[in-house]
């Protein structure tokens, strides 16, 4: 997965910050939009540049949308001055034809829009240096389907195209709604980490923070995913677990190649947890989310530590040591790490 953060003409002061954050994290993409109708053109060419600049300073390389309206924002020779100010592809969103999109390919690589566009819209750009990109949805209730992406995929790879979709941020949201801007409607609450774990899972090849702010903590969490493919999963630790314990949750295992449907059980954890103080007493309630270890009931089995997918029945043979939140519905095809506080 390749990692973007965006950036936006009303939002310039945030961009430094945004764009080396992103960098820390892995990211190796930016975007900017530009031909939102409530942008003004007086300083459009200024900001724009600076946003770029602020961009490529970190190592992103940047996607620029665009569409008619970008002319006003920008005045004569709209795809020249992108490539000049160093714009590494313009996202096409609306209201070109053919010909004209096959104009500007000529001066930027292009992404096409994957909401809206289906294969025969496509077909005859195939020849292009192309990516396609989703749209985002500022407004509560409109997002998509993750199904949708994940179809996506598939008219993508009949053409050998990658796929971007955006996640919802978490600190400062887009105005004038300030509901995320996240592609599936599904996302716009989750936690970023979350959100790009299903859009990878659907076949998404790059994730977009839509929003101009992530958190310092989800940084380091998509970090993490990007850099190390390690799933860090936050939680909270049930009451009287020994530290020790907590301890040796956070170091990285992995789920089963043979994995469970209801579980996720961590592939080496019984060697590492078997030998340490665990709960005297199990049978608590497991409902999904729960982290979990077999006791020494358990025979050979104790030790190991799953996460519940499910809400799973009492069983005096397991003890919860905590939980995690329950978006999770995926398995994560990475090492998982559990930081329970």
Do not use: K
């Not at 430094?16 to 190796?28: H, K, L, P, W, Y």
């Not at 600049?53 to 309206?69: F, I, K, R, Y």
Request: net charge negative; hydrophobic share 50%.
């Amino acid at each position: 997965m390749r990692l973007g953060a965006s950036a936006y003409l009303a939002h310039t002061e945030l961009a430094g910050a945004t764009f080396s954050a992103a960098e820390s994290a892995g990211a190796t993409l930016a975007f900017t939009s530009l031909h939102i109708p409530e942008d003004s053109p007086a300083g459009a060419r200024a900001a724009a540049t600076a946003i770029v600049s602020a961009a490529t300073a970190s190592g992103l390389a940047v996607v620029a949308d665009v569409s008619p309206n970008t002319a006003r924002l920008l005045g004569d020779s709209p795809w020249e001055f992108l490539r000049s100010i160093g714009v590494a592809r313009v996202r096409i969103d609306f209201g070109f034809s053919v010909a004209e999109i096959r104009a500007i390919a000529a001066v930027l690589p292009i992404a096409l829009n994957a909401s809206t566009l289906r294969a025969p819209d496509l077909a005859p750009l195939a020849d292009l240096d192309v990516e396609l990109i989703h749209n985002f949805y500022p407004r509560e209730w409109t997002g998509l389907a993750l199904a949708s992406v994940a179809s996506s995929v598939s008219v993508a790879q009949q053409f050998g195209w990658r796929v971007g979709a955006f996640i919802a941020g978490d600190s400062v949201r887009r105005g004038p709604l300030g509901e995320g801007l996240p592609t599936v409607e599904q996302h716009r609450t989750m936690p970023p980490l979350f959100q790009a774990l299903e859009l990878v899972d659907a076949g998404v090849d790059d994730v977009y923070v839509g929003d101009p702010a992530l958190t310092d903590h989800s940084w380091e969490r998509l970090g993490s995913f990007v850099r190390s493919d390690v799933v860090v999963l936050d939680g909270v630790a049930a009451p009287g677990v020994h530290p020790a314990v907590i301890e040796a949750l956070a170091v990285p295992d992995r789920n089963r190649p043979d994995a469970a449907e209801a579980m996720i059980r961590l592939e080496h954890s019984r060697e590492r947890f078997a030998g340490l103080p665990l709960p005297e007493v199990g049978g608590q309630p497991r409902p999904a989310g729960s982290v979990t270890v077999q006791l020494a009931s358990a025979g050979r089995y104790c030790g190991e530590v799953a996460i519940t997918l499910w809400d799973l029945p009492c069983d005096d043979r397991v003890a919860v040591l905590g939980a995690v939140p329950t978006p999770l519905l995926s398995t994560p095809d990475g090492a998982i790490s559990l930081v329970l506080v």
